[in-house]
């Protein structure tokens, strides 16, 4: 008979324990991170600043950014994807919104605006992709470039900056640490970004789209045989992906209040290492939200407890790297043996 | 020589949940050749890097020579004793004889290799095998396949080694060069070498082996003297059934035509292919490798771009396109398991139903449970082992991975059925089962095209077969006006 009779003795099915394996390697991580910087901050004279509640705000509020923006990411990596315009495409939107804030526009239509620019950006990406059929590395790296210059052209070189009074409060709140209201623990940015994670989640995991996604990624030539309409899926994935993107643009301007063509550059290798870090990987088929989240988190808690202990920038960086190698690493190593 | 000079007890292995080795026991005698027989996927691989140390058993004991034997690495079972010769050999292609003989081995004195005594080491193991004339300098990179094997078992012996495995070692060799591997092996056997030849082949295994341990789904299924074991009982025991019951027949007859092609050419092939083809009915292609049976397949799924021609599919003429071809009722089971069929990564129940996700979805959200259920009600089916829909399809066997490749397309309820070389790799049980289901599928209505290699089974399992060649479909007769040799000749091209 079927070996499916021994089942109701594996409390466990195989796919939970290697979803439990993927998120358990960066989560143990970040708890160890953590644990790490508290014991060696509080061991200083004048320390215990570092695992406070205000920092714990402050850490989430400062990853939010890269973190909503690898929720896009995300999809893509497990697409067997890459996006490197990611950072150029934030720094664009952000610019747009800048702009039309700056000529008298509503701010909600240039919040609109702004993140579907985030959109557009993407669309094309998942277009030429799937049109010209090159590697989305190569069309990204190009189209990385050609963002940076359409923001340039928007911001005629320099920064775009509205009027104080053009910036309505919420926009300036969404990523405020100092909360107008107590109960609500996280700024409402940081809310939004949780609901938005278990959506993108809950997509990957329960939709149609979601099936597809992994199946392009871990085999295209056994999605195109199902039947799966891969280009178009490609195009929908990088469209999403794109929205997240502008969403960050979102983020990023609430927090500096300019719209700074050039400000995006190079902001793309956080938002894929968080995905890596969080047991993405870029042959495809495999990533998960919680993992990116936590990839996220990990990095920025290394940028702020080395600030606690007063280390300097290069040593964060140098941290951060070895973090990305080891994940990597760890997880090779795992799959491996698994 | 009654002592074994190489023991195995009771030794498992598991890879993940697939138990590969199940408390299996051998022993080779110096003197002796010992074969080792198994169908793909019973375990001799498993049991050859064991031996190897390239991984090591869950459990059970090992004995060289009287002495414990658990090797770390290939290196340590080389410096202990035992020798592998791999189909794939393995020789540093630019170096010359000696210096393969001699590689890891090199007789040095501060770093330089002592040419000299190297060089006498050399002549010594190839004048064992009967090989003293091959040239010392020559890159083994222009010796033919049989003399480059030669100087991979000369490496062997120059390390004075006292057991050699052999993993078919005849498969890429002539008729003539195996009569030379015999003579050769004839030799090993004479100075006290323990030999274990694996291989497929039991005529070979009959001339050549003294003891012969057969293999079945990880566990020894049977040992003992060659002399006086028919070959029939052999394969009885690699199958573990008797062979009259590997072509079952399912009684099945021809309905209303259900695809019709037109004229079908892809890009280089097919080149301009018609037939009609009856629900109920199993059309076989054969073909020599490249002849278009794949393309002619990928063709009609529209995975390959067509460039004139028709297809029909019931009663409508669907665009080109993979998604309105499977819509109309074809199901492709790909030759290439591996790299198109499924997707490894992922999941027996996302692999079975990437091609009908629809009676799942609402608004697009899935019933996962309900997807289960009826991926499992398949599994089951189809006698599919696995711990549950939710295991990885790379964990499976590769018969069991084609199983799920079949659930695919009969969970789309595809009424036309295309299947490029669905047996190949896959143990004889499980080729059975894949008769069976193909034939019945047949008796319930379904149109199936098989596509194979393998003559034998074309004839037994189809009702007409069709023979390719360059890109065209030469003929289609009934399967009893076919044989081998007249499927062969045409695929060939010769007029009969």
């Known amino acids: 008979m079927s070996g499916l009779s021994s089942e109701s003795a594996r409390p466990w099915s195989t796919r939970g324990r290697q979803w439990l394996r993927t998120v358990l390697g960066p989560f143990l991580a970040l708890v160890l991170v953590v644990a790490v910087f508290t014991v060696a901050d509080n061991m200083q004279a004048d320390g215990g600043k570092f695992a406070t509640l205000r920092n714990a705000q402050n850490i989430l ?205 190079g902001k793309e290798l956080p938002i894929i290492a968080a995905v890596v870090i969080g047991g993405g990987s870029l042959s495809g088929g495999r990533g998960s939200i919680l993992g990116t989240l936590t990839g996220a988190l990990i990095m920025q808690v290394i940028s702020s407890g080395c600030t606690a202990l007063k280390q300097p920038n290069p040593i964060q960086e140098i941290i951060i790297g070895a973090i990305i190698v080891a994940a990597v690493t760890v997880d090779q190593f795992r799959r491996g043996s698994g | 020589m009654e002592t074994a000079l190489l023991g195995m007890s009771d030794v498992s292995k598991s890879f993940g949940a697939t138990r590969a080795l199940q408390g299996v026991s051998l022993e080779a005698r110096g003197g002796e050749v010992l074969a080792l027989i198994g169908e793909n996927g019973a375990g001799k691989s498993t049991l050859m890097k064991i031996l190897s140390g390239a991984v090591s058993p869950d459990s059970g004991q090992m004995h060289l020579a009287g002495q414990p034997y658990a090797p770390t690495g290939p290196h340590d079972a080389r410096v202990a004793g035992v020798s592998m010769i791999y189909q794939e050999l393995n020789l540093a292609p630019d170096l010359n004889v000696a210096e393969n003989v001699m590689l890891g081995q090199e007789q040095s004195r501060l770093g330089f290799v002592r040419g000299a005594a190297q060089q006498e080491r050399v002549r010594g193991a190839l004048g064992m095998l009967g090989r003293a004339d091959l040239p010392l300098d020559v890159p083994v990179r222009r010796l033919s396949v049989a003399d480059q094997q030669v100087v991979e078992i000369a490496r062997a012996l120059a390390s004075e080694t006292k057991v050699i495995v052999f993993d078919e070692p005849t498969s890429s060799l002539t008729q003539h060069d195996v009569e030379n591997l015999f003579r050769v092996i004839e030799k090993l056997k004479r100075s006290g070498i323990a030999v274990i030849y694996i291989s497929h082949f039991l005529e070979e295994i009959r001339r050549i082996a003294d003891r012969y341990t057969v293999l079945r789904d990880g566990a020894v299924a049977g040992s003992g003297q060659l002399a006086g074991t028919t070959e029939s009982e052999i394969v009885a025991l690699m199958v573990g059934r008797k062979v009259e019951e590997l072509f079952p027949s399912v009684p099945h007859i021809a309905g209303e035509v259900v695809l019709s092609l037109a004229g079908l050419s892809g890009r280089k092939t097919p080149r301009d292919v018609s037939f009609e083809l009856r629900r109920g009915e199993i059309l076989g292609i054969a073909g020599l490798v490249g002849s278009g049976r794949t393309e002619l397949l990928r063709c009609l799924l529209a995975l390959d771009p067509v460039r004139r021609g028709r297809v029909r599919i019931g009663a409508i003429e669907p665009r080109s396109t993979p998604h309105a071809r499977i819509h109309a009722g074809l199901g492709l089971v790909s030759e290439d398991r591996k790299g198109e069929g499924l997707a490894q990564r992922e999941t027996i129940a996302d692999n079975a139903t990437y091609s009908r996700l629809t009676p799942y979805s609402r608004f697009g959200w899935l019933n996962l449970r309900a997807r289960r259920a009826a991926v499992e009600d398949w599994m089951r089916r189809l006698n599919v082992k696995a711990h549950s829909a939710e295991q990885t399809v790379e964990q499976l066997s590769g018969g069991n991975q084609q199983k799920v490749a079949l659930v695919r397309v009969l969970h789309q309820d595809a009424d036309v059925l295309l299947l490029d070389e669905p047996t190949r790799g896959i143990d004889v049980g499980t080729k059975a089962e894949i008769y069976r289901l193909i034939a019945s599928l047949a008796a319930e209505g379904k149109a199936v095209i098989f596509v194979s290699s393998y003559f034998a089974e074309l004839l037994s399992v189809c009702d007409r077969v069709g023979v390719m060649a360059r890109g065209t479909l030469r003929e289609i007769r009934p399967a009893e006006q076919w044989t081998g040799s007249s499927i062969l000749s045409c695929a060939l091209g010769v007029e009969p």
């Open chain 1, 61 to 265: 509020v400062q990853s939010a950014t890269v973190a909503i923006a690898a929720l896009g990411m995300t999809m893509i990596i497990i697409s067997a994807g890459i996006d490197l315009s990611a950072g150029t495409t934030m720094a664009l939107s952000a610019t747009v919104l800048a702009w039309f804030l700056r000529e008298g526009y509503p701010p909600p239509l240039a919040v609109a605006i702004g993140v579907g620019t985030g959109c557009l950006a993407g669309f094309i990406n998942g277009s030429l992709i799937s049109l010209l059929r090159v590697v989305p590395f190569i069309i990204t790296l190009g189209t990385m470039t050609i963002y940076l210059g359409l923001a340039k052209m928007i911001g005629r070189s320099t920064m775009v900056r509205p009027d104080r009074a053009q910036i309505p409060d919420w926009m300036g709140e969404l990523l405020l640490p100092r909360l107008k209201y107590e109960w609500m623990i996280f700024p409402p940015g940081v809310w939004l970004l949780l609901i938005l994670a278990l959506l993108v989640s809950a997509v990957l995991r329960y939709t149609v789209f979601g099936k597809h996604v992994f199946a392009i990624g871990s085999s295209e030539a056994t999605a195109r045989l199902c039947g799966i309409n891969v280009p178009l899926t490609r195009i929908a994935i990088y469209t999403i992906a794109g929205f997240f993107v502008g969403m960050a643009g979102l983020y990023q301007f609430a927090r500096l209040t300019i719209g700074d063509p050039t400000s995006g550059t």
